[in-house]
């Protein structure tokens, strides 16, 4: 199985559409075998979940994350757990271990309100929508 966690500088980046980078690692059983950054190549939001599809990806873990993009996930056959903050390598130990701490109605709702690429990342707004 792979799980895909959006990566920026060893953290849980905060926003879905945004992340330039995914963490995928894979997994047997309860444990990680081995893991890969990967660029996202400048694709975003609904593209994203084709991406990971791609990848074979069965898991996500992130920060917020818009409607569109829930959906495509959804059609796409891949597992969401958003409103995760924090380590990534955690995260996925901790979703192994079935204690990560997630909030399955995370949203990020303020697109169009001016927020350039990095802005959601760097001030955590995603991760509190």
């Given amino acids: 199985m792979k799980v895909a966690v959006t990566y920026e500088n060893g953290e849980v980046f905060g926003h879905f559409g945004h992340t330039e980078q995914f963490k995928i690692y894979e997994v047997e059983g309860t444990k990680v075998i081995s893991s890969q950054i990967v660029d996202t190549n400048g694709n975003g939001h609904?593209?994203?979940?084709?991406?990971?599809?791609?990848?074979?990806?069965e898991v996500l873990i992130?920060?917020?994350?818009?409607?569109?993009?829930?959906?495509?996930?959804?059609?796409?056959g891949i597992s969401l757990y958003p409103g995760?903050?924090?380590n990534a390598d955690n995260s996925v130990k901790d979703y192994l271990k079935n204690q990560l701490s997630y909030n399955p109605d995370e949203m990020c709702d303020h697109?169009?309100?001016?927020?350039?690429?990095k802005s959601c990342g760097d001030h955590g707004h995603c991760g509190t929508c």
């Fill in 62 to 76: 992130c920060g917020g994350i818009g409607a569109g993009a829930r959906n495509a996930l959804k059609e796409a």
């Fill in 46 to 57: 609904g593209a994203l979940a084709g991406f990971l599809k791609e990848h074979s990806v």
């Fill in 111 to 117: 697109h169009g309100h001016g927020h350039d690429k």
């Fill in 84 to 86: 995760v903050i924090g």
